[in-house]
């Protein structure tokens, strides 16, 4: 992907909205989970989401 000036635009605002929004969603979540709980949920959300990015872009092949 080429970064362009638009798109760095983009992709800024578009982080700054999930960091923003991430203190709002914290809330929330403490309210009816233990916060270990939430924590490995929010953890493997994100590791289930870079490795379909990875996919996604390069065809990620696992290696063990």
Do not use: D
């Not at 709002?24 to 379909?52: D, G, H, M």
């Amino acid at each position: 992907m080429k970064t362009t000036p638009q798109s760095a635009v983009v992709l800024t605002l578009i982080a700054t909205f999930f960091w923003g929004s991430n203190f709002q969603v914290t809330k929330f979540a403490l309210a009816s989970l233990p916060p270990w709980t939430a924590s490995v949920e929010r953890f493997f959300y994100a590791v289930i989401c870079i490795f379909i990015f990875l996919h996604g872009k390069r065809g990620f092949t696992a290696r063990f």
